[in-house]
């Protein structure tokens, strides 16, 4: 099992940054691919970004490519996300997830609660 738990969310003018955190314990958390989702109402869940346990590889949605960065520290067992050039359209709760797979559209087996991000114009 993997315990996710994320902070970091808030609201925040359009053009602002913000930094998502994500503690994980449990199961080894070096063994885990990483990823944040993001969900509006009436819209499905989107992975934004991920990042691999072996070797740090990073995949991003088209949609942040060039604003959002995902990283990791094992010594912590932490995962962020940085948000930068923020849009009303990054307005939604974001979700850390773990899992074996990795990718953007891999399947992520654990997840957190979600923090909201709302961005104003």
């Known amino acids: 099992q993997v315990q996710l738990v994320e902070s970091g969310g808030g609201l925040v003018q359009a053009g602002g940054s913000l930094k998502l955190s994500c503690a994980t314990s449990?199961?080894?958390?070096?063994?885990?691919?990483m990823a944040w989702f993001r969900q509006t109402p009436g819209k499905e869940r989107e992975c934004v970004a991920a990042i691999s346990w072996s070797d740090g590889r990073t995949a991003y949605a088209d949609s942040v490519k060039g604003r959002f960065t995902i990283s990791r520290d094992n010594a912590k067992n932490m995962v962020y996300l940085q948000m930068n050039s923020l849009k009303p359209e990054d307005t939604a709760v974001y979700y850390c997830?773990?899992?074996?797979?990795?990718?953007?559209?891999?399947?992520?087996?654990?997840w957190g609660q979600g923090t909201q991000v709302t961005v104003s114009s």
């Open positions: 997830a773990a899992g074996l797979n990795y990718g953007l559209s891999a399947r992520y087996d654990y």
């Open positions: 449990g199961r080894t958390f070096s063994s885990n691919n």
